[in-house]
């Protein structure tokens, strides 16, 4: 039997088991109180997964029987469990895992067990699961763990090879891998040449600290070559303004590179002033002169330099690639260039050219140029479109959105046979008790093997359930774009407008900013730490916080969606007030930050909205606008059946000290 087996039939016990409980109850399955079983999971989970049972022992005789036969459970008693990992009978641990091993919340529990056996130094113990378990899986963590554990019991033929493995990386490796490389290095295992490989590998990872630190176990000059690096990360103008002649070495003509590099992000005309002198000094390799000189020229274009369209045109052939002919155009578009822009676009591959972007700019550039009948025809056929560039095509005809909206075919038998299949009953279930990100695993694993309309209509009983993180995720993955009630929901509907008419902005904007932050996932947190609905930020969530006088407990606030909505539209509409009502820049400001939007704008006088996000160095961001400026039309048109046009958003973009003149 395989795990999906395992899983399959554990679970269908469990649902058999509640509606056996309520039948023997003499009630029906349809009339079970899941309800209360979900308020009593809620009463008692928080406690509980900090290592305290008192809340359930609290229960009444009835209560607890209730809980125990719901389908979460197991995710009450393993969480739990986890919390007294160092505490609870081996024996306990066991019989649970041997119970629900295949759950995700075993899986957590065996993974902190392993770990608890490790850390008691019972390595013998820790090796046997992971062996069964996490062996081939590449944890380093556990993959040294386990080598500590060959070692101690004598056990290391295998220590040597595997060890070097995990030495060889060009980041600072997990602790548990410190005593097994001080095992290498006492057998003389580690040496030289061992150190010189992870030495290349931390300078490739630019993990320069690293590789000073390398560099004390080999020589001198690896030493000062490390300096070196860290010189032109640090100081690149004056690494490259007093450059060694005496240096020639193929090092130091990418540290010379990498300087360049590095300069080019705050003054590309210095970096291309210095890099003109030293290239003419040394022996650079073709690649290495193509790719200094095409990172400049990108980075010129992207802080709109004069002289932008000249450096980028002038690269060699064998340096113009996709993103040098997007600047290229993008250079054209911002200077007006019609005809050059055409002639920018056609020298795109035929992909590029297929895109929207290009294709509107084509057919702007057309009708700028005189070729009025081809750019009409351009953009009545992407007009179509229920896009940003769909939308502004339209604005240009003056014709109507392409907002026609088709319900999906529901079958309510399918959906019933689907709503009671047990990975589809635990998801829901931990999706209703707040456990959304467990939920999402849930879900996904399993409908991953489901038909394409199985899994269409898992997406409508989502949708249902006002799921909309997984319902959106669902029917995008199928391609299927027409049902905008389910696409463009409207959940927290009172709390999105009181909230955002208190901040003086749009509920349709905010729900524009919410959908492209998070997909309505009221937990979910980014790689750079933003949490919740509106994708807020700890320090920003603490400092709006302050300034509206609402209570802030850190993740709790931010994870509680009245509480997100609120400081999420409040400092959207902070970033309004900043930048004189102009929802552009506001939006560009929620998402890259506001200095670097002031960055961004005119020196001087007015640009075209549409020109300037086309000109927004991250691309990102770019897209970020273009998503909510669309996603905000639909919105608007979903809430009042009005069309609302994306261009009555845009305007100009001018200068700072017109910024409050900009919206129109």
């Known amino acids: 039997m ?5 899983i399959r039939r554990l679970l269908t016990r469990a649902v058999a088991a509640v509606l056996f409980f309520y039948i023997s109850h003499g009630a029906t399955a349809a009339d079970a109180d899941v309800d209360a079983q979900r308020a009593l999971f809620q009463q008692v989970y928080e406690s509980a997964e900090l290592g305290d049972w008192s809340a359930v022992e609290a229960l009444s005789t009835s209560e607890r029987e209730l809980l125990e036969h719901y389908v979460l459970w197991p995710d009450l008693r393993g969480a739990w469990l986890r919390a007294n990992i160092d505490k609870v009978p081996a024996a306990d641990i066991a019989a649970f895992l041997d119970r629900f091993g295949t759950l995700r919340v075993a899986r957590q529990l065996r993974y902190r067990q392993a770990l608890a056996l490790a850390r008691a130094g019972d390595l013998e113990g820790f090796h046997r699961i992971y062996e069964q378990f996490y062996q081939g899986q590449g944890i380093a963590r556990l993959d040294c763990l386990a080598l500590q554990a060959e070692i101690a019991a004598g056990r290391d033929a295998r220590v040597p090879g595997r060890g070097i493995d995990l030495w060889l990386i060009g980041t600072s490796q997990v602790d548990e891998c410190d005593p097994v490389f001080a095992y290498l290095k006492d057998k003389q295992l580690l040496g030289q040449v061992e150190y010189r490989k992870r030495y290349d590998l931390a300078v490739d990872a630019r993990e320069f600290r690293l590789a000073r630190w390398l560099a004390k176990s080999i020589d001198q000059q690896h030493v000062d070559d490390a300096n070196r690096w860290m010189h032109a990360q640090v100081k690149p103008d004056t690494f490259l303004a007093r450059h060694d002649r005496q240096l020639n070495s193929e090092s130091y003509r990418e540290q010379l590179a990498y300087a360049a590099e590095k300069l080019t992000y705050s003054d590309p005309d210095a970096a291309q002033r210095l890099w003109n002198k030293v290239e003419k000094r040394y022996a650079f390799s073709e690649e290495l002169r193509l790719r200094t000189r095409r990172h400049i020229a990108l980075w010129t274009a992207r802080d709109k330099l004069p002289g932008a369209y000249r450096r980028l045109k002038g690269l060699p052939r064998a340096a113009q690639d996709d993103e040098v002919m997007r600047w290229r155009a993008r250079a054209s578009l911002r200077e007006k260039k019609w005809r050059r822009l ?17 294709r509107y700019w084509e057919a702007i550039a057309q009708l700028r140029s005189g070729r009025a009948i081809e750019g009409r025809a351009a953009l009545e056929t992407l007009s179509r479109e229920r896009s940003y560039y769909g939308f502004l095509a339209a604005d240009e005809l003056a014709t109507g959105y392409a907002l026609d909206s088709a319900s999906l075919p529901a079958d309510d038998s399918i ?45 409508i009983l989502a949708d249902r359930w006002g799921w909309h993180s997984r319902a959106i995720a669902t029917v995008s993955s199928l391609g299927q774009y027409d049902d905008l009630a389910i696409r463009y929901p409207l959940p927290w509907k009172e709390q999105f407008e009181s909230h955002a008419t ?13 959908r492209s932050e998070s997909l309505f996932m009221r937990d979910v947190r980014s790689s750079a730490g933003a949490i919740g609905l509106m994708q807020l930020m700890p320090g920003t969530g603490r400092k709006v916080a302050r300034e509206i006088n609402l209570p802030y407990l850190g993740l709790k606030t931010l994870t509680d969606p ?21 929802r552009v820049l506001a939006t560009a400001a929620y998402n890259a930050g506001p200095h670097r939007v002031e960055d961004w704008l005119p020196k001087k006088g007015g640009e075209d909205a549409r020109v300037w996000i086309e000109n927004i160095p991250f691309n990102e961001t770019r897209q970020y606008v273009k998503r909510v400026l669309s996603a905000q039309a639909i919105f608007h048109w979903r809430i009042t059946g009005d069309v609302r046009r994306v261009s009555e958003e845009l305007g100009s973009v001018n200068a700072p000290a017109d910024t409050r003149l900009a919206a129109r």
Do not use: C
């Open 562 to 582: 009245e509480h997100n909505i609120r400081l999420g539209t409040s400092y959207l509409g902070q970033m309004a007030e900043r930048f004189g009502g102009h």
């Open 415 to 459: 959906i019933a046979d689907i709503a009671a299949r047990p990975g589809i009953v635990r998801a829901r279930e931990l999706f209703y008790v707040g456990l959304d990100s467990a939920g999402r695993s849930e879900w996904q694993a399993t409908i991953r093997h489901y038909s394409v309309d199985e899994k269409l209509q898992a997406a």
């Open 342 to 358: 055409l002639d920018d676009i056609a020298a795109m591959d035929a992909a590029a050219r297929g895109r929207e972007e290009w």
């Open 502 to 514: 208190a901040a003086r902005i749009d509920p349709t904007w905010a729900y524009g900013v919410a």
């Open 2 to 6: 395989n795990a999906e087996d395992s």
